[in-house]
């Protein structure tokens, strides 16, 4: 048994932000009290939480933990690793590992090997379409009752109008999301940032914000015409939100996730550095304030890291040629708390939403602190000092823009199942 005593107890289901204390007995929450009410029983383990946010486990519903296949970048047990020091508790990783998760093998594999080495929960995102190559569905119902718990060809959209419908019937009828990577290929093709002023002046192709906002209208329409769920992967563009608002506006089920690395940096911030390449780009100035005012509005349903580990020598290399994508997990919690909270743009609450009971929510679940709910808890401070030194990651990548960057605010104690995973 493990008890959090005196926490700051914020919880988004309930709304309540009160001193706590949370009794916890393996996968789940046996008792929750006013502070100071609750004593450890028998040989309760005690983590004093005085001073300390005591927030549901949050969920990154966008990762890449690179395994089967890819190792030399990330393993399963890395960027759990990574994950649970940025106070996650469960992860969603993509399907584009090598072989892709299009089947339940592969499914059955990632589950077998979280059970093994994963520090937080592993929740599996099936391919869309075989291989995720866009010509024909992917044994979705096997790979649900394997345990995934949407779809994505992420990493591109999937391929054609024709073959999204297709998909987001079976998945209406599963009842699972579709996790949208929405991009005009065509657009798209060719590029490595954002078109405007810096792609000019650094001499390198930019695709326009509509290269995915012309997709996310395609989505909206097909969610229109299936009722299915859709959720659009790393939304960057205003564009992109006013569909997302339209169709939310029309009660569609239609949700959306923004980064980290979105809402933090522009386009005018990329150098000649690949640690700043990443698909979607990172936008225009009035993209990133539409994006703020998404995250404030309630219109963004989720903060999700698109943790994309990919190691030296892969990333050290051109602009041109390195692979897009950046690690996420350790810097997600920081991030928001600068540029959301301590300047003032939304509450601490609704951040907590947005890491918590948001991306539940798009996965049909819930996350709540209260007696019988999974023992999963992400204790964070506000104020806490610190620099993020890429070389000291947990995960085995070190492609990120953040290195060396100085944050108030940070993750103190994660636990899954009862468990303190991460402690610092
Ligand atoms: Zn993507």
């Given at each position: 048994m493990l008890l959090v005593k005196n926490g700051r107890v914020l919880d988004p289901a309930s709304k309540a932000d009160v001193a706590m204390d949370v009794l916890l007995d393996g996968e789940k929450i046996a008792d929750v009290a006013a502070a100071g009410k609750l004593s450890a029983v028998n040989d309760a383990e005690v983590f004093d939480a005085s001073g300390l946010i005591v927030a549901p486990g949050f969920i990154d519903i966008h990762a890449h933990l690179r395994e089967p296949g890819q190792e030399s970048s990330e393993?399963?047990?890395?960027?759990?690793?990574?994950?649970?020091?940025?106070?996650?508790?469960?992860?969603?990783?993509?399907?584009?590992?090598?072989?892709?998760?299009?089947?339940?093998?592969?499914?059955?594999?990632?589950?077998?090997?979280?059970?093994?080495a994963a520090s937080v929960r592993v929740w599996p995102i099936g391919a869309a379409s075989v291989g995720s190559k866009g010509e024909a569905v992917a044994e979705i119902a096997a790979m649900k009752q394997a345990g995934i718990v949407a779809v994505s060809d992420d990493g591109k959209p999937i391929a054609t109008a024709r073959l999204t419908r297709q998909v987001m019937d079976y998945c209406r009828s599963l009842d699972i999301?579709?996790?949208?990577?929405?991009?005009?290929?065509?657009?798209?093709?060719?590029?490595v940032m954002r078109e405007g002023v810096t792609s000019t002046r650094l001499g390198l192709a930019g695709m326009p914000g509509a290269a995915e906002s012309v997709c996310v209208a395609r989505d909206v329409q097909l969610a229109e015409l299936t009722g299915a769920r859709l959720h659009i992967a790393h939304l960057s563009a205003k564009g992109s939100l006013d569909q997302v608002?339209?169709?939310?506006?029309?009660?569609?089920?239609v949700t959306c996730e923004v980064t980290p690395h979105h809402f933090t940096l522009i386009d005018e911030d990329v150098q000649y550095?690949?640690?700043?390449?990443?698909?979607?780009?990172?936008?225009?100035r009035?993209?990133?304030?539409?994006?703020?005012?998404?995250?404030?509005d309630g219109t963004v349903d989720a903060i999700a890291t698109d943790h994309a580990p990919h190691e030296p020598a892969l990333k050290d290399v051109e602009f041109d040629r390195a692979?897009?994508?950046?690690?996420?997990?350790?810097?997600?919690?920081?991030?928001?708390?600068?540029?959301?909270?301590h300047t003032g743009r939304i509450s601490l609450m609704?951040?907590?939403e947005l890491f918590t009971t948001?991306?539940?929510?798009?996965?049909?679940?819930?996350?709540?602190?209260?007696?019988?709910?999974?023992?999963?808890?992400?204790?964070?401070?506000t104020d806490r000092a610190w620099t993020f030194r890429a070389a000291e990651s947990a995960s085995k990548s070190r492609n990120s823009p953040f290195d060396g960057r100085a944050f108030k605010g940070a993750p103190v104690a994660t636990v899954v199942a009862g468990r303190i995973v991460f402690e610092n």
């Open positions: 393993t399963i047990e890395t960027g759990t690793r990574a994950a649970a020091r940025g106070g996650f508790t469960a992860v969603c990783c993509m399907p584009n590992t090598k072989p892709v998760n299009d089947n339940a093998s592969v499914t059955r594999f990632i589950l077998d090997r979280a059970k093994a999301p579709v996790i949208e990577h929405s991009e005009d290929v065509s657009l798209a093709a060719g590029a608002r339209w169709a939310k506006q029309r009660d569609l089920r550095d690949s640690r700043y390449k990443m698909n979607p780009p990172l936008a225009a009035e993209d990133r304030d539409a994006l703020l005012a998404g995250l404030a692979p897009f994508g950046i690690t996420g997990f350790e810097t997600a919690l920081a991030l928001a708390l600068e540029q959301l909270v609704r951040m907590v948001g991306p539940a929510r798009v996965l049909g679940m819930e996350r709540k602190i209260a007696a019988g709910q999974p023992a999963d808890l992400t204790i964070f401070s």
